[in-house]
Structures are given as C-alpha cells and as structure tokens.
C-alpha cells in the first residue's frame, strides 16, 4: 500500500516521441485507469511504472522511493500481464509461488500465502494444474493470484481483461474492482476500453498522443471533458461535435451545418464574434421534438429499452442519436438540443470553453 | 423416420458391396506389399550381419550367406568384446566402444552447452556486436566439415592433441545448427514471460534455469538423440587424427578390421558391427517418446 508519483515522464523511442510529459499523483489504495486509443503511450507508462522500459526523463516515486533508477524485481510491484504470461511448465502452485521462492521466504510462509490468494480467487482446488489445463478465466485468476501473494505496493493491470469473452470479461471486471478495494491496494489499470475504465476507476487518465488530455473522475470526465478527444472517447455512443461559430456577443452558438442558433444557457463564452468553436451534444441527450436538427435516418440500432440511431443532417454531418423506445424507422426525424446538455469547445485547440472564462 | 430407413439400404445389391470391398483389399495388398519390400530392403543387410555373426570364419570364407543362425554368437561375440582382431594386433572391442561412447557423449553434452548457452545469449541479450555473432554462427553452417579439415588438423597437432580425447572431440564440439535451432525456438518464448520473470526477480541466471530450461527439454532431446548418433558415427575426423590404438573409436576399428579378402575375420567384423549398432539405437529407443515430442510439438 502506498503512493505513486509521476513525476514529468518522458518517453522517446530514437525520434519518436512516445511519452511528452505526464505528471500523475496517486493516492494510497486509489485505483486509476489508463485508458486511451492504440498508439497513445498507455502501456508505455504503465511498463516505465513497472521498471520493464526506463523513462527518457522524468522521475518514478513509489511510497515516497524514488525507483527510476531501480530494477522492477527491486520496485516491489506486481503485474498482470495481457497474456497472462503464466509460466507453462510450473504448476499454478508454482507459478504463484515462484515471486516468493527467490526472494528467499521460508516454504512455509508461501504455502500459506499461496493458499490464502488461491482461496480468495476460488483457484484453490486448481493449485496442482497446469496453465494449459486451465480456462481463460482461470488462468487470469492466476495471474492475479501470483501478484496478490507478492502483497506489493502497487499492482500494474496491462489489459488484463482483453482476451477474455465479453461475459468473462464484465464478471472479472467486478471481480478485480472488488479485490482491488477489499485489498486496498493501489492500482494502475490500462485498458483501451472506456466502459471499462468508467466502471473500474476512482480516477482515469485519458491519454492522448502521449499526453495526459485529462486525469478526472470518470463522471467528471463524461459530464465536463477537456477537449474534443477527450469528449469523443468517452462515452459511447460517442459524442456528436458539430462545427459552430460565436454569435451574439458570446452568448451563443450557430452550427455551420443549418445555422441553428443554440444560446448558452450558463453565461457567455470569450472571443470575438465569428470564433470558431466545436459544440458537442451526447447522443442519449437529444430528445424527439420540432424546431432543433432534421435528420435523415439511415440506420437504426434496436437495443431493447432504447435506439441508437445513426443520421445525417441535410449537409451529410453525421449525427448519432440515442432515444428511448424501438418504433423507430429510416426517413426523418426531427430532434432538439436540450440548452443544458451542450458542450463547448474552441473550434481551433479542441479545449473546452467554460462559461465566463 | 426409423421404418424408412431399412427401405432404402435393402435395394442396394450384395453384389455391388463386394467388387468395392475387393478393391478396398487390393489397395491395402499395394500398400502392404510395398511396405514389406521396403522393410525387407532396409532390414535384410542387418539380418545378414546378424546371422553371420553367429557363425564361424570358415562358412562365411567359403562365400556363403547364412540366413539362419549358426553356433558360434556366443564365442564370436565374446573374441570381439574381449580381443578384437585376433589375425592383427588390434583393440579389444570393448576398449572402442568406450572410446566412442566417450567422443560420442562429450561431443553431444558439449554440443548442447554451448548451443543453448550461446543461442540464449543470441536470443536473449542485446549487446554490441549481437547479429554479427548471430551471422558468424549462422556462417559457419555453410562451411562443411571437410572444408576445414586440414587447417583444424593443423591446430590440433600444433596443440599436440593428435590422439588424444581433445584431440578428438575438441574440433567438433561446437554445432551451428544447434545453435541456430535453440534460437529459433526461444525466439518463440513470449516477451511477456520474460518481463513476467523479470518482476518475479528472476535475473538472468535464474530465468535460464527455471523458466529456458525446462521449456527446452523436449528440444534437448531431440537434439540428444541427433547429436548421439552423429558423435557416435564420426569417420573422417578421428581417421585423421588418430593413429594410435589407445584412443581408436569403434567406426575406425572397424575399417581397420576389413584387410585382404582372405585376411578378414567376417564372423568378428559382423560381430564388432552389431556392437556398434546398439548404442545408438539404444539412445533411440529410449529417448523415442521424448524425440517424437521435440519435433512435433512445443509445450507454450
């Protein structure tokens, strides 16, 4: 149990830059989810956490050591890795006990700590298989269960969960948030999947780029993103950004495609007259109604409760929109931007723009 | 559905099941009688050693091939083992065989070491110079034994190993191919259990041991029982550079035994050759299971 601190880590690969500087402090026992698209430098810090790549600049603090320098056995971290990494040729006895076994404990103690992880995983009847006798399922629960017997100071998740099916994957998904709280022990996570992150996270770092684009509560995040990356990737469907320009003295906004006028309804935003801006509306905040977007449906995805409806406006911007009931065909549809709902970002940078700033 | 079933079998006539059949049975009379020709092939010239080894020199001097076990194995066994050629001075039989068990052991036990410690290293390890190594070791796959063979002769007599154990194994201890095989195979070794070792604190002597190791097993067996049979049959290498008795190997006794026409014990030579058979078809048999598994599956 114990703190992280990020400090300025870098990252380049020869010319390519894969990490420009993230700065993260995590709390003792806090939960944080990396989660970004292919490419964005995600697992690139998780592994200069873990000590497998060394950062290019910039400093790692676990519980207040600075590790940079150290190797990863010495950072007293454990990992689950994507594959499991699972030795083939050990029992999971083995396996979970391996960690220990060269750190030297007495035979006694790892029987006892291999025994008690097994049985808070459910692996305890499998402790004499081998890794290619068990299921995915299984087989995560070992990887688990050879990082929880470690008890380290940080556990490192590198998408842990992607080659399990979808049901597995929602069923460990509670499952590592359950022990992760029950152990109290803090946590990096990376995954590229934004449910994921939602549900598993105290906090996520949406990263972009090789940037950090918000570090925020997963709620915080949905309800206020920090630009329009950050605003499409979470969310999902994800979010629509119509091209728009100010109007009004910076009271509103007109969309570029039909020239609505959409007022703001919580104080003006800076900027000459003509600034170009991107608003974004989440699709479950359109709602059914005249005088707002007039869509030409072209595909309608029934969930049962509620439809994704996927449509374009009479210039072709596509517009995605989630409403309630099924009776829902292709042709036009009309539907109206609740004020409140709206997100505005500047039309340039992609950063938000709040009222009054 | 079940009433409906015998209707449409019964029509079909007897008659017609049993040309098919026959075909059937002449194809497999095909398949067997060439099987048989190609056992019998492969088999006969060992049957022959074997029977003549069980008779004595005169039947064989005469110019018969016995097919049928004689009364002297016992005594034709026991001369060779215990004394070799009785017409020449010569080694007894026993004394080769070690001599080639040991050439033939160190060759392989060596051959591995190296292989798997230097492809490891290879595989492994990032250091400056790695693929120049990789391709110097590839390299010398090319080059065929007797290519160097007068220039190691030379080192070797400038070493004054001629006759010696060193002498013989020394020159061949080191394999490409091998090296090259262990590459590849731990090139297949995922990176993630390599970093996964790294967190568990393994360092590299210890990842070696407890993780390359035991995931090499059916690769070294396979390898084993290869590298055996090579050591086991070397020729040209030992011809060279032994002249002396003490470290002849059994290849070479038994070429040595082979004089004139008239000169040549038969029953002895086919005596000595069954010798020199089993070890390596021993080595084989028992690791067979082992062998089989190497080739054909890698356990990941």
């Known amino acids: 149990m114990a703190t992280l601190n990020i400090q300025g880590v870098t990252k380049a690969f020869g010319p390519t830059h894969v990490l420009h500087g993230i700065d993260l402090d995590v709390a003792d026992g806090e939960m944080i989810v990396i989660v970004g ?16 790549e060394t950062a290019s600049t910039g400093n790692v603090v676990i519980a207040g050591r600075n590790v940079t320098a150290l190797e990863p056995a010495e950072r007293d971290v454990a990992m689950v890795f994507q594959n499991y990494a699972l030795y083939p040729h050990m029992s999971v006895f083995d396996n979970m006990a391996y960690g220990l076994k060269i750190r030297g404990l007495p035979r006694d103690d790892i029987a006892a700590r291999v025994q008690e992880a097994a049985n808070l995983l459910g692996i305890g009847a499998l402790l004499e298989r081998r890794p290619r006798q068990l299921s995915g399922g299984q087989r995560q629960r070992v990887a688990m269960g050879r990082a929880i017997v470690r008890e380290p100071k940080l556990f490192l998740f590198d998408e842990p969960l992607s080659n399990l099916d979808a049901k597995l994957r929602v069923q460990m998904r509670a499952e590592i948030r359950r022990l992760q709280k029950r152990l109290g022990v803090t946590s990096l996570f990376v995954t590229h999947d934004q449910v994921e992150a939602m549900t598993l996270g105290d906090r996520l770092v949406v990263m972009h780029a090789g940037h950090a684009a918000q570090i925020a509560t997963p709620m915080e995040i949905w309800a206020r993103p920090a630009d329009t990356y950050v605003a499409s990737f979470i969310g999902s469907p994800a979010m629509n950004l119509f091209p728009a320009t100010l109007e009004e003295g910076g009271h509103a906004a007109r969309l570029d495609s039909n020239g609505l006028v959409l007022p703001f309804h919580d104080g003006p935003r800076p900027g000459p007259a003509g600034r170009k801006l991107t608003i974004g509306v989440r699709p479950e905040h359109l709602t059914p109604g005249q005088g707002g977007l007039e869509l030409q449906v072209d595909l309608v995805e029934p969930l049962g409760g509620e439809s994704v409806i996927h449509a374009r406006l009479a210039d072709g911007t596509e517009v995605t929109a989630k409403l309630p009931g099924s009776s829902y065909s292709d042709g036009a549809l009309n539907v109206i931007i609740p004020l409140h709902t709206l997100h505005v970002f500047d039309g340039e940078t992609g950063k938000r723009l709040e009222a009054g700033g | 559905m079940s009433q409906v079933q015998p209707a449409i079998a019964a029509p079909v006539p007897l008659a017609a099941e049993a040309p098919r059949r026959r075909r059937f049975l002449g194809a497999d009379l095909t398949t067997h009688v060439i099987l048989l020709l190609g056992v019998v092939l492969f088999a006969m ?41 009785t017409r020449r001075a010569s080694v007894p039989v026993s004394t080769m065989m070690f001599n080639s068990a040991v050439m033939a052991l160190l060759i392989t036990v060596g051959k591995l070491a190296i292989s798997i410690t230097s492809a490891y290293a290879v595989a492994f390890f990032s250091f400056p110079g790695r693929m120049l190594c990789f391709w110097a070791i590839f390299i010398t796959l090319m080059l065929p034994v007797e290519v160097r063979i007068f220039p190691t002769f030379q080192v070797v007599s400038d070493l004054g190993m001629v006759n010696t154990y060193q002498g013989l194994i020394i020159p061949l201890i080191a394999s490409a191919t091998a090296t090259l095989l262990f590459r590849q195979f731990f090139l297949t070794i995922p990176d993630e259990l390599v970093e996964a070792a790294k967190m568990d604190g393994a360092g590299p002597m210890r990842f070696f041991k407890d993780i390359v190791l035991p995931l090499s097993a059916t690769n070294i067996a396979a390898l084993f029982v290869i590298l055996f049979v090579y050591g086991w049959n070397q020729y040209l290498w030992p011809l060279l550079v032994t002249t002396s008795t003490d470290v002849e190997t059994i290849v070479i006794g ?26 390596p078809v021993a080595v084989v048999i028992l690791m067979q299971r082992w062998f089989v598994k190497g080739l054909t599956e890698t356990e990941k």
């Open chain 1, 37 to 52: 698209a292919s490419g964005c430098g995600k697992s690139t810090l998780l592994r200069i956490v873990a000590g497998l």
């Open chain 2, 45 to 85: 010239p060992i049957w022959i050693v074997l029977m003549g080894s069980t008779h004595d020199a005169a039947t064989i001097g005469r110019g018969e091939v016995p097919l049928l076990p004689g009364s002297e194995g016992w005594n034709n066994y026991a001369t060779a083992w215990s004394e070799g050629n």
């Open chain 2, 254 to 279: 038994i070429v040595k035994m082979l004089g004139a026409e008239a000169d040549t014990e038969w029953n002895i030579v086919m005596a000595t050759t069954v010798l020199a058979l089993l070890p």
